[in-house]
């Protein structure tokens, strides 16, 4: 699955504490060779056609 960088990505990431990027990265790096990945917990938007969520952990997720 692509994984596409939106506008701000990058403030956004670096504001995160280091070991919630270290996490997302882990997560990202998993969705990249497999979108079916046990850990991402992959799901559809509800509202949307094409954007999807997946859990970096309990408290953080991130779209795709």
Known sequence: MPIR???GFREQFR???EDVRRKAKR???HMAADSHHP???LKRI???E???EARVD???RFGL
């Open 15 to 17: 504001a995160l504490p």
């Open 27 to 29: 997560q990202m790096n």
């Open 58 to 60: 309990a408290n953080y």
């Open 50 to 52: 094409d954007w999807w």
């Open 5 to 7: 960088r939106g506008e």
């Open 39 to 41: 850990s991402a917990h």
């Open 46 to 48: 509800r509202t949307t």
